[in-house]
């Protein structure tokens, strides 16, 4: 807490500190003008200005510095420069971002200021809400995929739930793509790189009638294996990992029969892929991994010493995923007399087969296959909205509906050393007296289905909202939001598989027995083939923000800022049972409902830039309390998700553009975030919020984050230019466990970005050579308990058994570029 007061005591100085400066720098200007500061105002004048940034943070387009918002604005040269092509690669322009991956890509997540959601179950939405061209997406995985010409990004951070509705509650990623064009333009390239890298991509814009424009976009990329694969005695045969191809096409049609009225009509379609996603080593049991690495034929997981960023996976089944993805829009945009009238309509259909060697490791003990295990989101969208202004008024109106369907089938296949494996360990753990004739004899034979269970989710979504700006002065605006939402969620789960050998554990040894728990392990839980159960909840909530903001001059703008954001309940979609000292031990929990995440949120704030417009510097402090907090954790078994009473955000950012006079052709962009963000003290008696949780600072968030991209044009040879581009990201240390794991943690980080590009007005060729990751630093994305191979006593008593998910090392090549 003395650390924050510290820091929070300087963070106010700084800020008061610059907002005197830039008074004062105003106040001097006014002195100037008066006096005789001519050269002073030349000078000026042959400065380079920083063009004025256009967001749509409050769905109307305004400047970025009259906005009273957090919003990191991304434009679509520097999106290319820093290599962003998807929204995981926009961390390292985006300071207080994390996006990462899981057991698969479609579990992609993104956290802002340490907030977010652990993608793995689907039933959870998304804290950090996507929007592409005003349509919002079902999940942060769902979004993943190349986004294709981009106009801008807006990372809005703290709650957006207002404008942007429910799954917004730590922020909103809005991508803006490019429209189709009033003049023909196509572009072609091509791409090489080290990994077995390949990527061509085509696009064509232009008009089709006086009234008709177009555009059309295709790609196709592939890239080899980043990891080795010890495949045990298979049958996968696959010796890397990490490998995908994919193909994308995205179509717009723009219609403007006149001047009052744009419709945009936009198709899109993409299919990946990949082999993906296995976890290397950071420790193994060595009661177990010795057993297992028999099994598998003397390569079944990693020896002592461990060194994770060797780059070697164990797997020996398949792990394919493949992603089908496609929708359709339509914008309407329409200049009526009652004011702008937008109606955005959308479809959206998703579908996910995630093969994967479930135990990580080479012996065949469980898997998933992708065509029985698959996830699929199929949603439509409809926002209306009406704005309009007066001398003293922006005002703004909408309403939105939501439906969503999500089928998700979780099929677990038992392998071929399964029974052998557990014999093994039931025979340790009895000191050789278990008798094994007790276990039904066929159940953990190979190839039969441990789980076959088939959830099947329906939510409806209805909201009715306002955001008005009343001017009240020259110099203060007064902003108002409210947003009303009801949401509407039908689970129906069907449980089924093979017999399991828990209603044997639970006669022989009881509830308490030292064997039950490991034969009432959920997929082996005989009490839930046949089980069924429907579940319906309703939530309803009344968000909105208040938000103050004094122009002190003309280069100077303070703000406070208030907003209640919100992310509906909803239903674990995974096994759920009773625990050994309940009622009902071992018994299916048919109720998995948890609560609506709510959090209330203050800011205060200032942006500001110089007379000759060529530094822009705005900076914040925030609070962040977040009641009902939603956990998900991965037990090593299940993922349950449970809600911790109270999680705060709080801290300090800072983001910066700037134009050095002395150095022509240099931009710099970049921002600093502190934040602390932490569990409150609260009692953990549950297994799903372990001991060390209250009070300790959460998972993916580090105490510091930073970005600092600098752009560099010069001319180059004759009439050909280069632009140079070195994007960074600094993060300090922090946990990737959402059990806070002290074996998960990642040290304090940079990662550089680089790029060269080589131009000429006078040709239609374009060469650049780039590399991602330049200095190949070696980091987790995500850590995790290893499954069936450490328990929490052999965490405690002899090690544990934990993998994680690298970071890509480094990748570099060239990409070569024509226009037309």
Not at 758 to 769: R, T
Request: charged fraction near 20%.
């Amino acid at each position: 807490m003395y650390y924050f007061n510290a820091v929070s005591k300087t963070t106010v100085s700084v800020s008061l500190a610059v907002l005197l400066f830039a008074a004062g720098a105003h106040a001097q200007v006014e002195v100037d003008e008066q006096g005789a500061a001519a050269s002073a105002a030349e000078n000026v004048e042959a400065t380079r200005r920083l063009g004025a940034i256009t967001v749509t943070a409050q769905k109307r387009e305004q400047s970025l510095q009259d906005v009273p918002i957090v919003v990191t604005a991304l434009s679509g040269e520097l999106l290319s420069d820093a290599g962003v092509q998807d929204i995981k690669d926009l961390t390292v322009v985006t300071p207080g971002l994390l996006v990462t991956s899981s057991s698969k890509q479609a579990n992609t997540t993104a956290r802002i200021r340490g907030i977010g959601t652990v993608g793995d179950n689907p039933g959870l939405e998304s804290s950090v809400g996507v929007v592409i061209d005003g349509v919002p997406r079902a999940r942060n995985g769902v979004s993943f995929g190349d986004l294709g010409e981009i106009e801008r990004i807006e990372v809005l951070k703290g709650p957006q739930g207002t404008l942007f509705g429910k799954s917004t509650s730590a922020g909103v990623i809005n991508v803006i793509t490019k429209k189709p064009s009033d003049e023909l333009e196509s572009i072609f390239e091509v791409g090489i790189g080290n990994e077995g890298f390949l990527r061509t991509s085509a696009e064509v814009t232009g008009p089709l009638s006086k009234t008709v424009s177009g555009r059309l976009f295709g790609v196709y990329e592939e890239r080899g294996g980043l990891l080795d694969v010890k495949t045990g005695n298979g049958p996968r045969t696959e010796d890397e990992t990490s490998q995908y191809d994919f193909y994308s096409v995205r179509g717009q049609l723009r219609f403007e029969p006149s001047s009052d009225l744009e419709i945009l009509l936009s198709a899109d379609y993409t299919d990946r892929e990949e082999d993906c996603c296995m976890g290397d080593y950071i420790a193994v049991d060595p009661a177990r991994g010795p057993l297992i690495t028999l099994l598998a034929g003397g390569d079944g997981a990693s020896a002592f010493p461990i060194d994770p960023f060797d780059r070697v996976a164990f797997a020996n089944r398949d792990a394919t995923q493949t992603t089908e993805d496609w929708g359709v829009s339509a914008n309407i945009e329409w200049q009526s007399g009652l004011g702008e009238l937008t109606s955005i309509t959308s479809y959206r259909d998703w579908e996910n087969g995630s093969g994967q060697d479930t135990d990580f490791s080479a012996a065949d003990l469980w898997y998933r296959d992708d065509e029985t295990s698959r996830d699929a989101f199929a949603t439509f969208s409809q926002e209306l909205r009406l704005a309009g202004a007066t001398d003293n008024v922006d005002w703004q109106v909408g309403v939105f509906y939501a439906n969503e369907t999500l089928d998700r089938t979780d099929f677990i296949t038992y392998g071929n050393d399964y029974f052998f494996y557990f014999q093994q360990l039931l025979l340790g753990a009895s000191g050789g007296a278990f008798d094994l004739s007790s276990l039904p004899g066929n159940i953990y034979t190979g190839e039969a289905n441990a789980t076959a269970d088939v959830y099947e989710q329906t939510a409806d979504t209805y909201a009715i909202f306002t955001n008005n700006t009343f001017s009240l002065s020259d110099q203060f605006d007064l902003t108002v939001g409210l947003r009303y939402t009801i949401d509407e969620k039908t689970l129906e789960s069907n449980f089924n598989g093979e017999a399991g050998s828990c209603t044997t554990a639970l006669a022989v040894f009881g509830p308490t027995g030292g064997l039950t728990p490991t034969l009432c392990l959920p997929w082996t839980n005989d009490n839930f083939v046949g089980v069924s159960a429907t579940q319906d909840r309703s939530d309803e909530d009344l968000s909105g923000t208040v938000k103050g903001a004094y122009r002190v001059s003309e280069n100077l703008m303070s703000y406070a800022s208030y907003s209640r954001g919100y992310k509906a309940g909803g239903f674990n979609l995974d096994r759920s049972q009773f625990g050994p000292s309940d009622p009902t031990p071992f018994q299916p929990n048919l109720d998995t409902r948890f609560d609506p995440e709510t959090v209330d949120a203050y800011e205060v704030g200032f942006k500001t830039n110089n007379a000759a417009n060529s530094l822009f510097f705005n900076g914040a402090i925030f609070y962040q309390e977040y009641s009902d907090f939603q956990l998900n954790t991965f037990t090593g078994t299940s993922f349950i998700v449970t809600s911790v009473p109270g999680v705060i955000s709080k801290g300090a950012e800072f983001d910066v553009r700037y134009l050095p006079e002395q150095l022509e052709g240099l931009t710099l962009q970049g921002g600093l975030v502190y934040a602390e963000t932490q569990y409150d003290d609260f009692e953990a008696v549950d297994f799903f919020a372990p001991p060390r949780l209250p009070g300790s600072t959460i998972s993916f968030a580090p105490r510091w984050s930073g970005t600092l991209a600098a752009t560099y044009e010069t001319s180059f040879i004759s009439d050909w230019d280069a632009r140079f581009n070195v994007s960074s990201r600094f993060t300090s240390k922090y946990n990737t466990g959402s059990n806070l794991d002290p074996l998960k943690e990642v040290e304090e980080l940079v990662v550089v970005n680089a790029r060269m590009s080589f131009y000429s007005d006078n040709s239609p060729f374009e060469l650049e050579l780039w590399a991602q990751n330049l200095f190949d630093e070696d980091y987790y994305e995500l850590a995790f308990d290893t499954p069936l191979q450490g328990t929490a006593a052999t965490q405690t008593a002899t090690g544990t058994a934990v993998g994680a998910f690298l970071s890509p090392p480094l990748t570099f090549g060239a990409t070569a570029r024509v226009r037309f």
